[in-house]
């Protein structure tokens, strides 16, 4: 019983963690390269080829390498592109792959990270920069993902299941005789329980969320190298002697990372957060999150029962990897989930802390139809928004050890979704919480949500996949990089929902048609606002799936006198010409956006006073810039500055940027994130 209970909470939202990748890419066991002559674009001279144009939703089949691409492979350059050339879709399958390459000291500098934890220390020197840095862009920028792929020259079978990777980025205050600042670049892998554990065996030793596991006795791994293909699937016997019954899956804590009330978070949403020294970034170890979690305890409770009646066994609870920050009380806002014994339900408390050191303000907790655990949430003044997303859990194909967490779930992409709406701890208007039916989707990443005043209805935008008939959600994951042919579009959605009539409408935003896009945020002061403009890192604006390769403003709010969004009616396939968009090219991957206001201080900012910050993988070069955009400015006018890092940085999830903080002390009283 306490396996079976422990197993089925535990397997609910390490598989949604998914969504935390671009796309949620799914992966295949090899790509291949297509050995083929193809005609330049004239059709006469045939070119031997070994390079291959990455394969789209829309473009499954293998597509034609153009003469001018190839060219720029060959001599291992960028092709001279305009934007208009860009943004429909076109990346190499080579260039995409290395942006998963596990982090690692390059070639022509090969002290520069350490081996043992992923330690790198420099300064940022003119020679890295390129543009100008503004001067009010003060603080500690900090991002989490992927970085450690592996053990032992055997690489992970799924992305997401590498070991966490902080990078800092921090930008002191411009002194009063006008000297040059001083930016520096660290980072570090973070230092969970199972990445010591199997750092010290040099082999794999626990489950991951996504199928990375112990092999076998009968079947040892190939042990390729961390940059190559990872081992074929074990054989079911072998699988189901190393992980039949073994419950205990790895925090990887590279999901997110936030600064708040004086910590600095790494966060795994099933799992508890661990904490790190912002001077250092070496590892503290897990946190409770001011008492409100307990550790070394699965999450996983008896209904009805007291926290401290509860078995040795059970009782604990795990910690979402999205919490938001209220723009008006200042208050972290997230939640922590447990699965109830004997029921499809799970308990969900929902709590808001201070940033006056991380005390906890208020809390409830609820009883939440659904066995599995909410990827995101989205908060306004007073509620919070949950979308229940239709899945369903293979629990004992987990048990038995032949399939990991992930490709145990099953997905109905057809069915309705469950809206839940709940009144925040510290509401000032409080109600009873309620659901409403949502039309088909699958719901990923919210940047905001808001009530709006003039008829009460609660609207909120999430980037998200249109209904399909897909039924295998995660089982066919594996391999070494998303393959996009088999990943939908992902969309901005709009959700208005009526609390008097229990009802919802559910379209794509207003003026984003054809854009495939991800990860969108706003202005923080917006978060609670109706906001104009929402930034998203873009793959293309024909509506396709592809890789993301530049960044995007959806004006959601500017509609023509009648109320209807500008764009007109498109077909599948159909560029949007009316988007702000700025591609940095066919030979380029964007991460995350993060905005960045300029005046910390102001309470009521424009939307336009900030910045947007976006780590960029150059696959000529190898090496990964963070991109600066002023957004007083058309995105399409390009970054004001580029700061080179010295290396690859593996593509992230999550960051924030830490503010009000002295130089010495990069935690920051208070921070921004998506």
Known sequence: MKILQQATCLVQLFTITAVTSFHLPILSTSLQKPNANIPKEDGQEVIPIEVEIGRTFNNPNYIPITEKLYNAFKNKEHPKESQSELGNGVFLTDDWRKTWYNYQSPADDPMLISEKNGYAEYDITDDMIEGVIPNDLVGTLYRNGPGNFGFGNE???????????????????????GSKRRIQFKSKFIE????????????????????TAPRGPLSPPLKRGLNEDPSPPPNKLSSMIANAFKTDIKNTANTHV?????????????????????????????????GTLIKDKP???????????????????????????????????????SSLIGKSTLEISFSEWSPANFSL????TYELQSSLAPHDIAITENAIIVLVNSLSLDTMSFLSGMQGPAASLKMDGMAQVTAHVYPRPCAT????????????????HFSH???????????????????????????AWGGFAPEFQKISQTFLWKLEIDPKKKSSNLSVAPNSLNVCAEHPVIHPSYATKRAKNVFVVVSNLVGDSSAPCGYANLRVEDNNDDGRPKEGSLFTGERNNNVDAYFFGTRYFAG????????TNDDNPKEEEAYLLGVVFDAVKEKSFLAIFDLERDLKRGPVAKIWFRSHIPHGLHGCFAVNGNDDDYSGDSCYFC
């Not at 303000?361 to 409830?364: E, F, H, L, N, T």
């Not at 208007?429 to 990923?444: C, M």
């Open 592 to 599: 995350e956006p993060l905005v960045v206001p300029k005046n």
């Open 299 to 337: 999450p996983v409770k008896l209904p009805n029962i007291p926290k401290e009646l509860q078995p040795p066994f059970f009782g604990g609870a795990a910690h979402t990897a999205h919490p938001h920050i209220c723009p008006r009380t200042k208050h972290l806002v997230g939640f922590s989930w």
């Open 258 to 290: 936030i600064s708040f009330g004086g910590k600095l978070l790494a966060l795994f949403e099933a799992g508890l957060p661990y904490r790190i020294d912002p001077a250092t970034l070496n590892t503290i170890g897990e946190d409770d999150m001011s």
């Open 429 to 444: 208007k409080t109600f009873e919480p309620f659901q409403v039916d949502v039309p088909p989707n699958f719901s990923i």
């Open 155 to 177: 690489r992970i079978v799924h992305a997401l299941d590498a070991d966490g990777l902080i990078i800092q980025v921090s930008f002191p205050h411009v002194n009063d005789h």
């Open 449 to 475: 949500a808001y009530e709006n005043e003039s008829n009460g209805n609660i609207v909120t935008y999430f980037s998200g996949w249109p209904p399909s008939n897909s039924k295998d959600f995660l089982g």
């Open 192 to 211: 969970t329980t199972g990445y010591l554990k199997e750092k010290d065996a040099n082999k794999f030793l626990c489950r991951g969320t996504f199928g």
């Open 361 to 364: 303000v208020a809390s409830k």
